[in-house]
């Protein structure tokens, strides 16, 4: 039995973080006010303790404050990119601090703001994190979101200015970077070409203090 409810749980996350068809989410549904019905009284325990004394509700009930952690941060981290609100990006990376997306919105949110030196620090971060998962994809797509973000503020700045020369040299570095991680990832000559281009500009930035 335990078995079975562990593997249900197990089935129930991964239809509820990639997503099912319709007749899939319903099946999971019925399940889930199925079981709850039957275990009404250990998830009222739970939900009062944060814990049973049924390994089963707990290992259920665990899943489920999982995924909704999940979805809030989700939900905080979207909102303020879409805001620019740094608290609500601040209480997302609270929620999942090993999330490199995460951290390279925050990043870029506080380089634009001319909070360079913690926008460093946070992109440092997202560096550590990413590293956590071996080379591969998840390399890409942290390189792929970098040049996105950062590449949307090119005009704000080549507009306004940078507020100083270390903006301005975070700016171009980590854009390098960025790019230099696509091209270990692709060899292809543009990224390599792309990358020597921002690091120049890198150190034009220390040349003009």
Same mark, same amino acid.
């Given at each position: ?88 990006? $601040?209480? /997302?990376?609270? +929620? ?10 925050? =990043?870029?949110? *506080?380089? #634009? ?73 692709? $060899?292809? /000559?543009?990224? +390599? ?10 150190? =034009?930035?220390? *040349?003009? #203090?």
């Amino acid at each position: 039995m335990r078995k079975r409810i562990i593997a249900l749980v197990m089935v129930t996350v991964m239809l509820l973080v990639s997503g099912c068809e319709a007749e899939a989410r319903q099946l999971v549904i019925d399940l889930a006010l199925s079981w709850a019905a039957e275990n009404a009284v250990s998830i009222g325990a739970y939900t009062f303790f944060g814990r049973s004394g049924n390994a089963e509700v707990d290992a259920v009930m665990g899943a489920r404050d999982v995924i909704n952690n999940i979805n809030e941060a989700d939900r905080l981290m979207e909102e303020g990119r879409q805001e620019n609100d740094l608290p609500k990006m $601040e209480e /997302a990376i609270e +929620r999942r601090p090993g999330d490199y997306t995460y951290r390279v919105s925050y =990043a870029t949110a *506080l380089l #634009q703001a001319g909070r360079t030196s913690e926008a460093e620090d946070q992109f440092t971060a997202a560096n550590l994190n990413v590293e956590g998962y071996g080379w591969g994809d998840h390399w890409q797509r942290y390189a792929i979101e970098g040049i996105d973000e950062l590449g949307a503020l090119r005009d704000d700045f080549e507009e306004t200015g940078f507020v100083d020369a270390q903006q301005c040299w975070a700016y171009h570095h980590r854009m390098g970077h960025f790019y230099r991680v696509r091209h270990a990832g692709t $060899e292809q /000559a543009f990224f +390599r070409e792309r990358a020597e281009h921002y690091e120049a500009l890198a150190q =034009a930035c220390r *040349l003009g #203090q």
